[in-house]
């Protein structure tokens, strides 16, 4: 860029730089702040959406065996290809709340323990055929009964009943659950024509594109669909390519054969970030790398010994050598700001006094075994590493077993009492907390029973006055902090790239990865 | 000419009997795998009565000796069965695999081999002097850096900084012929620089071999430039060595460029077998085993072959 100005107003349209920040810098450039105000407002005037072209994208976790059927999505190509043909009932806005999708609105009764969603009247299926309240109960019924291998299976588990009343479906639970409306965003459950039960992998729903050409693990072509009620989605054309290698990815993107990628290795990303053509994007999520300790088996049933080997664990240090920077120090629980509700806890810091303190009096003698893969987190091995050291100077000894890749995670997690893991979080804090802190959860990979906790737990989840959750989930946060088995050094961010043949991409949206998986739809080619 | 026929008659059947033995080796290799096939395909929530009906269906009651010769029937009659992660049927998936993978190794090996022995042959002809030495070193060099990093370099320098060609090779069939050529121009050059030294190094060995022979004095003798020394004298006597190292680098062209097709994200065979693994799809990793074997069994078969053909003490009995 010749004109500093230029290149101002360059970020001003991809949506990189505020007013404030422009009218600064521009007043630096000697600009009176009149002239800069004119001047911003004519560059974010040239971010307006341009329609048409093709927006081709290369993401990370396809595989030949993948399935069209949305109930067995389990990786980011397969929540990208959901995302162009199919909708939920509802989807997460830009602030984290709710907003409407095949549903266009819903409302609980007083103890939420019953919910309705209002069917939005007159859109089509891509087949043509009408969107009737039968095909959503008949989707959520699929997800829900004795057969189903639905990923969704586990947030289905306390609805009692689904039933059509007029062009509402009424949800009735089992036990109150002010949360029900945030389950309905959950990838899997596409409203699909009866369900799905008939061709669950024909990728036949309400969205905004239509998948064209499918080669599994490969390639997938998405063209606009016509019909779509909506206003989502500025390119004609959708080309998906699945490029597993981080390598291969990147110098896709840099030879100007895509224009997204996911997953840019943080390693070297501040140096992706330094060609002109590309923009490096971050956005915190509520994915965390994890050290779990089973709280009930020795060594590690000694509360002292867990708060030991939490303060011997240096944070910063990790999220600057491990994440690069991509990322924010954890606080030993599984929340942070990136869910509704959200309190912050005093934050734990690294303090080998404090280590030493509580080691002694745990009474442990010896060594204490980490077990770690490559595959547990990017740079586990050498997060443990760093951590070894950092205990070393609390006096602590950890003796570090590297295991291999294949079979970790039938064999080390959730079975041995410590290891290296990862969790990619989950949309609401009820959820993170009954998939992985509850006394009786399958996942509960802290082996962690609190009768306090689980209490607490259900009470939030029937509890509606939004002031009295929010307290429950700072009190079962600092529970987790102080009792529990888990050591959460860092969350790690979501690292993608854009060349700047696109705009519209947006840093900072709740949800999943790639804006929630909406990144291709709000995203367009400059013209 | 009896002679010939027999020995050919002989390795053929040799072959066939070959890839019968290896079909045993694959069908008792995946039983003894650990896990059973019903149990990975339910996964954790199999209830008994779903693994029960599962395994009826699949057949997994009969002893192996019928499910082998079932199995072996299909295949003769060209039913590789069907995939038991996708339900699709195997031989439809794997024949647009194959040919992607046949593609790349045919371009690679119409691009590696002439080059190959034409520098080995000029090797030869400037021995030990430094167009031999050059062409060693610059070969040598190649076939010692690992595949995946030859990959990343050209990948680099070329695709990223050049921009000439696709840093990836990915063809699907709306593209036309020039274009598919385009795609693969880099899995091309690195499948070349990976395969030349080999096949570089034993045309130079073989012809060296014969060079040491009385007739080729002789040759020298009554007054034949190098060049033609080599190619009237030398090269048909050593053609047998050279057509064997040619056929295990067009072998490995076909069934060993797993790495390249995934730094490539060229859609070939390689790919498509890794993924069933992981996921244990039996049938897949049978079928692409078979299908491996019966490349590397056949490239060799014509090797030797050829070897026989070009033996003139058998082509001419006394």
């Known amino acids: 860029m010749t004109n500093p100005l230029d290149f101002m107003a360059g970020r001003v349209s991809a949506g990189k730089m505020s007013r404030r920040e422009f009218i600064g810098r521009a007043s630096a450039l000697g600009i009176g702040a009149a002239m800069a105000n004119t001047m911003f407002a004519q560059a974010a005037r040239a971010a307006t959406p341009v329609k048409g072209g093709t927006i081709k994208m290369a993401f990370q976790g396809g595989s030949t065996t993948d399935s069209l059927d949305p109930a067995l999505a389990t990786n980011t190509v397969a929540l990208m290809v959901i995302r162009f043909w199919g909708e939920p009932l509802v989807e997460l806005d830009k602030s984290g709340g709710l907003v409407g999708k095949v ?69 009735e639970l089992t036990s109150p659950n002010a949360d029900l409306p945030y389950l309905m ?47 989502l989605g500025h390119a004609d054309t959708m080309e998906l390519l699945v490029i597993n290698d981080n390598t291969a990815r990147v110098a896709a993107l840099q030879s100007g054969q895509v224009d997204l990628i996911d997953r840019v290795p943080p390693r070297t990303a501040k140096l992706v970030a330094r060609a002109p053509n590309i923009d490096v994007h971050q956005t915190s999520g509520p994915g965390h790398y994890v050290f779990i300790m089973h709280c009930d088996t020795a060594p590690f049933d000694n509360k002292d010994l ?34 509704p509700l959200f309190t912050e806890l005093e934050q734990r810091s690294y303090d080998p006094e404090k280590a030493a303190f509580h ?47 294949d079979g970790y995670w039938s064999e080390v997690w959730n079975a041995q009492p410590f290891c290296t893991s990862y969790w990619g979080g989950r949309p609401t804090q009820d959820q993170m907390y009954s998939t992985a802190y509850l006394s009786t959860a399958d996942w509960n990979d802290t082996r962690f029973k609190n009768e306090q906790f689980d209490q607490l737990l259900f009470a939030a989840r029937a509890e509606t006055d939004q002031a009295k959750r929010k307290q429950m989930y700072a009190d079962m946060g600092q529970i987790v902090h102080d009792e529990g088995g888990l050591i959460c050094p860092m969350f790690n961010d979501f690292v993608e790239a854009t060349s700047t043949r696109v705009s519209g991409f947006v840093e900072g949206i709740p949800g999943q990865v790639l804006m929630n998986g909406y990144a291709p739809h709000q995203m367009w080619v400059n013209a | 000419m009896g002679q010939v026929a027999t020995l050919l008659a002989q390795r053929i059947a040799l072959s066939l009997l070959l890839l019968f033995l290896v079909s045993i080796l694959i069908f008792v290799g995946t039983i003894i795998l650990p896990g059973d096939v019903a149990q990975s395909i339910l996964g954790q929530s199999a209830t008994p009565e779903a693994l029960a009906n599962l395994r009826a269906e699949l057949g997994l009651n009969d002893p192996p000796l019928t499910r082998y010769f079932a199995w072996l029937g299909g295949i003769l009659q060209g039913d590789l069965g069907t995939a038991l992660t996708s339900g699709q049927d195997i031989a439809t998936s794997i024949g647009t695999r194959l040919g992607n993978t046949l593609f790349l190794a045919f371009w690679a090996a119409v691009v590696a081999v002439p080059l190959a022995i034409f520098l080995g042959l000029l090797a030869v002809r400037y021995r030990d ?54 795609a693969i121009a880099l899995p091309v050059m690195v499948l070349t620089l990976v395969v030349l030294a080999h096949m570089m190094r034993m045309t130079r060995a073989a012809i060296l071999n014969v060079m040491q022979s009385a007739y080729i004095e002789t040759a020298e003798l009554k007054g034949l430039s190098g060049l033609d020394v080599i190619r009237k004298h030398a090269f048909p006597n050593a053609i047998a060595p050279i057509v064997n190292v040619v056929m295990l680098n067009l072998a490995y062209l076909v069934v060993g460029v797993v790495v390249i097709e995934v730094v490539f994200v060229y859609p070939g065979m390689g790919q498509y077998l890794v993924d069933h693994v992981s996921k244990r799809d039996v049938p897949v990793v049978q079928a692409c085993g078979l299908i491996f074997a019966a490349v590397y069994i056949g490239l060799n078969m014509v090797a030797d072959i050829v070897s026989i053909l070009s033996n003139p003490r058998l082509r001419h009995p006394k």
């Open chain 1, 103 to 171: 549903a266009e609105s819903f409302e609980g009764s007083a103890d939420a323990s019953t919910w309705r969603f209002r069917i939005r009247d007159g859109i089509t299926f891509s087949n043509g055929q009408a969107v009737t309240p039968e095909d959503v109960v008949a989707t959520m019924q699929r997800h829900s009964d004795d057969e189903s291998k639905s990923g969704a299976l586990g947030l289905m588990r306390d609805i009692k009943d689904i039933r059509v009343d007029g062009r509402d479906v009424v949800f």
């Open chain 1, 185 to 231: 965003s959950d990838y899997h459950l596409m409203i699909q024509p009866n369900g799905g039960r008939d061709a669950p992998d024909a990728a036949i729903g309400t969205g905004p594109y239509i998948l064209k050409e499918v080669d599994m693990g490969v390639r997938f072509v998405a063209e606009k669909n016509p019909n779509y009620w909506g206003d």
């Open chain 1, 306 to 339: 867990r708060l030991a080997l939490k303060y011997a664990m240096n944070r910063q240090e990790l999220v600057d050598k491990v994440l690069f920077g991509y990322g924010s120090v954890g606080n030993d629980t599984p929340i942070n700001a990136a869910y």
């Open chain 1, 359 to 405: 080691f002694k009096k745990s009474g442990h003698d010896g060594s204490v075994l980490l077990r770690t893969s490559d595959n547990s987190f990017p740079g586990a091995p050498d997060a443990a590493a760093l951590y070894q050291q950092s205990a070393a100077a609390a006096g602590i000894d950890i003796e570090i077993k590297r295991e291999p890749n």
């Open chain 2, 129 to 182: 002097r430094w167009p031999d030495k050059l062409i060693s070193a610059v070969t040598l060099a190649s076939i010692s850096i690992p595949e995946f990093l030859i990959g990343y370099l050209l990948m680099y320098f070329i695709s990223v900084r050049l921009g000439w060609f696709p840093s990836v090779a990915m063809t699907n069939d709306s593209m036309g012929f020039w274009d598919k050529l385009n």
